[in-house]
């Protein structure tokens, strides 16, 4: 009877978290064109409303996805940009699937160490200031992108967002927010605090006008030259000049030899689906398909919601456990691609006990004060058209505003991805996340990620792409989405609107929405499992294949805070 109670509160639970938001979908956020041959799903309307556009002036939908990602540069910089990396996983019309690696390189001066002193990993080193940015690589990626399958030119995907640069626009609450939690660090870097903050140091407030005359001219300047502009011409140029002066280490020769990679896709096949994730230097693919590897070793819709959320929990601990031992760059470090094989998986299950949380925890204890971050940085972007053009886009500048350095007379915003790396063995970075060798700094190496773009197919035909934004709740919110989406058949706006949970092992704590009914978290402390609760957890994107029409949603989370601010 007990267990029967608990079943029913937690089927109403499943249905019960944002339903108004869940219904209203589309929104401004996520739309489909006026044709209804294309669909665009971003956490910003200006940045979906030109990808909208560049579809009504002949574009498909790889052409809307990169207006959509130079437009969030300019409209939500926090998130990603243009000084930051990416990760790309794309069906093209004619059927081939690409993985674009866009990540970060650490410059070649990088060294193992570079962020200890005195016998300790200094995190202000690695998230702040010069040392803490990688090459950025989303303007390679997306030229790829476009070469690969755009319809119309690089120029005319970047000149949208160039023209809002220039013109700019009204300064959202969330944006407001983010400014002002990051205006002391933002005020050290003249040319940062010169976009930002007013004339005294204070940031500015929401709705007042940013114009960013220096983004747009850069923007002009790759639409007029090309990626050569960025890598081995007057940005790059810059920003050595900059950094050689302000203790950086980055060159302007290091630009010029970023690469951009092509990636094997992970793939692997969940309730009747195949899943393309995203390999090395994520983790995300890898662990997406392991967690639903395990999952699929229980009879999933005989459990009780509780028990459904405590195994969830369980394959995620051994998930991230694994993530901190093996994952790193894969040009640099072996990694078991087992991790996401089905026997692997099988063995795991094996280990999981319904009744109690296995307790072999054995890392060590780093700062849990995390949730601020779970939400404000990274960016999703999701666009599909029936030609048969389906992205899945996740670009970053890592924490909010990246390095919070801005090049003089560039307008960009450089990342601080070199924090992705584990500075020391067992050393916590923004995230709480530990790792091991496998993600050790060195040159010319991509740090470790757990952004997760993903394709989904039924019978070779895609059905789904979706990602998210959120640290390593990126992972935990997919696999969220996929479960509900595929294994209970929900739409994908009701699947996303589920009351999320996310365990990493390190700190062994289970983050729980504050959504999730009393009665299941208590069930689930019983379980042994110390909760933590957070108020909303995660940015996903997702674009769904129904009846033949496309269905775009947006993160309900984001367009409810938004319209509550
Ligand atoms: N910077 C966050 C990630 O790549 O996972």
Redesign the pocket.
């Given at each position: 009877m007990k267990k029967l109670v608990v079943l029913l509160l937690g089927v109403c639970a499943l249905f019960s978290v944002l339903p108004v938001l869940a219904d209203s979908q589309p929104s401004q956020y996520a739309q489909v064109s006026a044709d209804e041959r294309a669909a665009v799903a971003t956490v910003n309307p200006y940045a979906t409303q030109i990808a909208i556009d560049t579809i009504a002036r002949g574009g498909n939908a790889i052409d809307a996805a990169i207006a959509a990602a130079f437009t969030l540069g300019v409209v939500d910089g926090h998130n990603s940009g243009i000084g930051g990396?990416c990760f790309i996983l794309v069906r093209m019309a004619d059927g081939r699937i690409f993985a674009i690696d866009g990540?970060e390189m650490a410059p070649a001066a990088a060294t193992r160490d570079m962020f200890v002193v005195d016998g300790k990993a200094n995190p202000e080193l690695s998230r702040t200031g010069a040392l803490a940015a990688g090459i950025p690589g989303s303007v390679a990626a997306f030229d790829k992108l476009q070469k690969l399958g755009g319809k119309l030119t690089f120029r005319e995907v970047i000149l949208p967002a160039a023209d809002l640069a220039e013109k700019g626009f009204s300064i959202s609450p969330a944006l407001a927010e983010r400014i002002t939690a990051t205006a002391d660090n933002l005020a050290k870097f003249p040319a940062s605090a010169a976009i930002y903050l007013d004339k005294n140091n204070k940031p500015l407030s929401a709705f007042s006008l940013l114009q960013q005359k220096d983004l747009a001219a850069t923007y002009r300047s790759i639409a007029k030259q090309g990626s050569s502009y960025f890598y081995s011409g007057d940005f790059a140029k810059k920003t050595g000049r900059w950094m050689a002066a302000n203790g950086g280490m980055i060159t302007s020769k290091d630009f010029a030899n970023y690469q951009v990679k092509m990636r094997k896709p992970i793939v692997s096949e969940f309730a009747g689906y195949t899943l393309y994730g995203f390999p090395p230097p994520?983790?995300?693919g890898m662990h997406v398909a392991q967690i639903l590897n395990i999952l699929e070793q229980f009879d999933l819709n005989k459990l009780a919601p509780a028990e459904r959320y405590h195994l969830m929990a369980e394959a995620m601990k051994f998930a991230f456990a694994d993530r901190a031992h093996w994952l790193g760059d894969s040009d640099f470090t072996k990694v078991p691609l087992s991790i996401a094989d089905k026997r692997y998986a099988k063995a795991i299950a094996q280990k999981i006990s319904l009744e109690k949380t296995t307790a072999d925890i054995t890392a060590g204890n780093p700062d849990v004060d995390i949730q601020h971050l779970m939400q404000k940085?990274?960016t999703h972007i999701a666009a599909a058209d029936l030609d048969g053009n389906w992205v899945a886009i996740?670009s970053?500048v890592?924490?909010s505003f990246g390095s919070k350095v801005v090049i003089p007379g560039t307008g960009v915003v450089l990342n601080n991805?070199m924090?992705?790396f584990s500075a020391q063995v067992g050393a916590a970075n923004a995230?709480g996340l530990v790792g091991s060798d496998a993600n050790a700094i060195a040159a010319r190496k991509r740090?470790?990620?757990?952004?997760s773009p993903t394709l989904v197919f039924k019978n070779g035909e895609p059905v789904m792409t979706l990602g998210a934004a959120g640290?390593?709740t990126?992972i935990s919110q997919v696999v969220q989405t996929l479960l509900y989406a595929l294994n209970d058949s929900m739409p994908v706006e009701k699947a996303m609107a589920q009351a999320r949970i996310h365990q990493q092992w390190n700190p062994n704590l289970l983050f729980v929405e504050s959504a999730m009914p009393v009665e299941i978290q208590q069930a689930l402390q019983k379980k042994g499992h110390e909760l933590k609760i957070w108020p909303s957890m995660g940015a996903s994107q997702a674009i769904q294949l129904r009846d033949g029409k496309l269905v775009p949603v947006a993160e309900p989370r984001v367009i409810l805070q938004n319209s509550t601010k």
């Amino acid at each position: 009877m007990k267990k029967l109670v608990v079943l029913l509160l937690g089927v109403c639970a499943l249905f019960s978290v944002l339903p108004v938001l869940a219904d209203s979908q589309p929104s401004q956020y996520a739309q489909v064109s006026a044709d209804e041959r294309a669909a665009v799903a971003t956490v910003n309307p200006y940045a979906t409303q030109i990808a909208i556009d560049t579809i009504a002036r002949g574009g498909n939908a790889i052409d809307a996805a990169i207006a959509a990602a130079f437009t969030l540069g300019v409209v939500d910089g926090h998130n990603s940009g243009i000084g930051g990396g990416c990760f790309i996983l794309v069906r093209m019309a004619d059927g081939r699937i690409f993985a674009i690696d866009g990540r970060e390189m650490a410059p070649a001066a990088a060294t193992r160490d570079m962020f200890v002193v005195d016998g300790k990993a200094n995190p202000e080193l690695s998230r702040t200031g010069a040392l803490a940015a990688g090459i950025p690589g989303s303007v390679a990626a997306f030229d790829k992108l476009q070469k690969l399958g755009g319809k119309l030119t690089f120029r005319e995907v970047i000149l949208p967002a160039a023209d809002l640069a220039e013109k700019g626009f009204s300064i959202s609450p969330a944006l407001a927010e983010r400014i002002t939690a990051t205006a002391d660090n933002l005020a050290k870097f003249p040319a940062s605090a010169a976009i930002y903050l007013d004339k005294n140091n204070k940031p500015l407030s929401a709705f007042s006008l940013l114009q960013q005359k220096d983004l747009a001219a850069t923007y002009r300047s790759i639409a007029k030259q090309g990626s050569s502009y960025f890598y081995s011409g007057d940005f790059a140029k810059k920003t050595g000049r900059w950094m050689a002066a302000n203790g950086g280490m980055i060159t302007s020769k290091d630009f010029a030899n970023y690469q951009v990679k092509m990636r094997k896709p992970i793939v692997s096949e969940f309730a009747g689906y195949t899943l393309y994730g995203f390999p090395p230097p994520s983790s995300g693919g890898m662990h997406v398909a392991q967690i639903l590897n395990i999952l699929e070793q229980f009879d999933l819709n005989k459990l009780a919601p509780a028990e459904r959320y405590h195994l969830m929990a369980e394959a995620m601990k051994f998930a991230f456990a694994d993530r901190a031992h093996w994952l790193g760059d894969s040009d640099f470090t072996k990694v078991p691609l087992s991790i996401a094989d089905k026997r692997y998986a099988k063995a795991i299950a094996q280990k999981i006990s319904l009744e109690k949380t296995t307790a072999d925890i054995t890392a060590g204890n780093p700062d849990v004060d995390i949730q601020h971050l779970m939400q404000k940085h990274t960016t999703h972007i999701a666009a599909a058209d029936l030609d048969g053009n389906w992205v899945a886009i996740t670009s970053t500048v890592n924490t909010s505003f990246g390095s919070k350095v801005v090049i003089p007379g560039t307008g960009v915003v450089l990342n601080n991805q070199m924090d992705d790396f584990s500075a020391q063995v067992g050393a916590a970075n923004a995230f709480g996340l530990v790792g091991s060798d496998a993600n050790a700094i060195a040159a010319r190496k991509r740090p470790l990620s757990s952004m997760s773009p993903t394709l989904v197919f039924k019978n070779g035909e895609p059905v789904m792409t979706l990602g998210a934004a959120g640290g390593p709740t990126i992972i935990s919110q997919v696999v969220q989405t996929l479960l509900y989406a595929l294994n209970d058949s929900m739409p994908v706006e009701k699947a996303m609107a589920q009351a999320r949970i996310h365990q990493q092992w390190n700190p062994n704590l289970l983050f729980v929405e504050s959504a999730m009914p009393v009665e299941i978290q208590q069930a689930l402390q019983k379980k042994g499992h110390e909760l933590k609760i957070w108020p909303s957890m995660g940015a996903s994107q997702a674009i769904q294949l129904r009846d033949g029409k496309l269905v775009p949603v947006a993160e309900p989370r984001v367009i409810l805070q938004n319209s509550t601010k």
